[in-house]
């Protein structure tokens, strides 16, 4: 094999590191890093899959409907990709060459596409259902022979439900096991020269235990008190980086591919708090919420029912919970200035031109100037380590820029942005030990963070032009300079 790229959904080099992972060791020590530090709002295997950014692609978390609405549209795949004008696949850029294709499970590449070898797209982007889609496998007859194999196309909380933390655990490791085997056997069959395979199954224990996985790591692997902790989730974890090892020493071992590239569309870090910048704009007299009696009424039934509400509602003085019942959720008013959503890591000017809202266009910088300002002074005045910049502007001119959010919000991603009560930045209630995981949904104490993981061989890495910038488009570059000349 000329190239091969393993992707790991929410890979996180430092939570890797602190693991007994002596395939991965070994990578860390031979291989170039690089230092990526990548944007919450763009999807990151978009930008790996094309080269460009989301101000080209329109490959956003969230896209908002350019209409009065003021929604929001999750689904993304590789059918909007491909409206990129320029957009060539990363897997053309080796067919073009000759190359033989090997692609397996890599999200935003539904549905599957012809090519010169396999093809088998992935989840994401809208697409959460757990079993094998139709028109995932290219050719079609590969669906059965995968199926054969005992592939596992997903697994998604929320989509699926499981008893216990083991009966999850015991899946996740059953599905990264076959979808190495599965990958290996095919492409060495198949003599393939560029293979793209992704492993989701990490990212499904991290979003879920992100808050046992820190707490184990507070020691390191030999410490006594790391190795007596009597939580079952210390031998799930370890269980779970082992598979994940051992996995990709097979791979690697059954192709050795001349060049490598280890990559992930983002990291994961605990997920403390959750911040509503609707919440924000009402209180900095930005925006309006329209709490009525309907929206009581339906809060009052949220306290009745979920425990997550009830748990933030039962945290405020009593002398507030009045307004928190009106006002939690309330949509904002028709005549607001601007607006965000849930998965949102950013603000909207509520323009006339995209959004038919009160704003002209030549009041739109000092409009995003005014909430940068106020979103920053209020930050510093609670200690919030989070920090607001212009972003929309800065991308003036760009096929996709009406999409963009006027204001994006940099941090960590400890913040998961989503509607609160009471405050517009509230503790995670799930940020503590995960006792079930029964009704758990995907996200519950681990979130996107800002530093996936973007590795190659040092032959491959040196080809790295200073002209493309060092994130996960680059992906994309490197895979362009090992095929390019080939044909």
């Not at 999850?168 to 020269?193: H, P, W, Y």
């Not at 707490?215 to 974890?237: A, G, N, T």
Request: charged fraction near 20%; charge should be neutral.
């Amino acid at each position: 094999m000329k190239l091969l790229i393993v992707g790991i959904d929410g890979g996180t080099a430092g939570i890797f590191d602190a693991f007994d992972m002596p395939f991965w060791q070994s990578l860390r020590r031979n291989d170039v890093t690089f230092d990526v530090t990548e944007d919450l709002n763009q999807r990151g295997w978009a930008r790996m899959l094309s080269g460009k950014g989301a101000e080209e692609t329109g490959g956003l978390y969230m896209r908002p409907k350019l209409d009065s609405s003021r929604k929001f549209d999750i689904s993304y795949g590789y059918k909007d990709l491909a409206k990129t004008p320029g957009f060539t696949p990363i897997w053309k850029l080796a067919e073009n060459a000759g190359a033989r294709i090997g692609m397996m499970n890599v999200p935003t590449t539904s549905p599957s596409q012809a090519v010169n070898g396999f093809y088998v797209s992935g989840g994401g982007g809208g697409i959460m259902q757990g079993s094998m889609p139709a028109n995932a496998a290219y050719p079609e007859v590969l669906a059965a022979e995968l199926d054969e194999m005992g592939y596992i196309f997903d697994t998604r909380l929320g989509a699926q439900s499981f008893d216990d933390a083991r009966t999850l655990s015991e899946r996740l490791n059953n599905m990264m096991e076959a979808r190495g085997r599965c990958f290996g056997t095919i492409a060495k069959r198949e003599q393939v020269d560029f293979g793209f395979l992704a492993f989701r199954a990490p990212t499904v224990l991290m979003y879920l235990a992100m808050s046992e996985i820190a707490h184990i790591m507070r020691f390191p692997p030999d410490h006594p008190e790391r190795k007596s902790w009597s939580s079952p989730w210390l031998k799930l974890v370890n269980s779970h980086m082992r598979t994940l090892d051992d996995t990709m020493a097979r791979l690697f071992d059954t192709l050795q591919p001349e060049h490598h590239i280890i990559a992930s569309d983002h990291s994961i870090v605990p997920w403390t708090h959750n911040v509503d910048f609707n919440g924000f704009l009402s209180e900095s007299g930005l925006s309006k919420r329209v709490g009525t009696s309907r929206s009581m009424a339906r809060n009052a039934a949220r306290a009745a029912l979920r425990p997550k509400f009830r748990k933030q509602l039962g945290q405020l003085p009593f002398g507030k919970m009045t307004a928190a019942l009106r006002d939690a959720g309330a949509p904002l008013a028709r005549d607001t200035r601007a607006f965000s959503s849930t998965y949102v890591y950013g603000i909207y000017v509520n323009d006339a031109e995209r959004f038919g809202g009160p704003v002209r266009e030549s009041e739109v910088h000092g409009e995003t100037e005014a909430i940068v300002d106020a979103f920053n002074w209020s930050a510093l005045r609670h200690g919030m380590d989070m920090r607001a910049a212009p972003y929309r502007e800065v991308y003036a001119g760009a096929p996709q820029e009406a999409v963009l959010p006027d204001v994006t919000i940099l941090q960590s991603g400890h913040a998961f942005p989503a509607s609160t009560v009471g405050h517009w930045y509230v503790q995670n209630p799930n940020f503590g030990p995960v006792l079930s995981v029964k009704g758990v949904g995907g996200m519950h104490s681990g979130q996107k963070g800002r530093h996936p993981i973007l590795m190659a061989n040092k032959a491959l890495a040196g080809r790295h032009d200073a002209d493309v910038p060092a994130d996960l488009r680059l992906v994309h570059a490197l895979t362009a300079a090992v095929f390019e000349g080939a044909s």
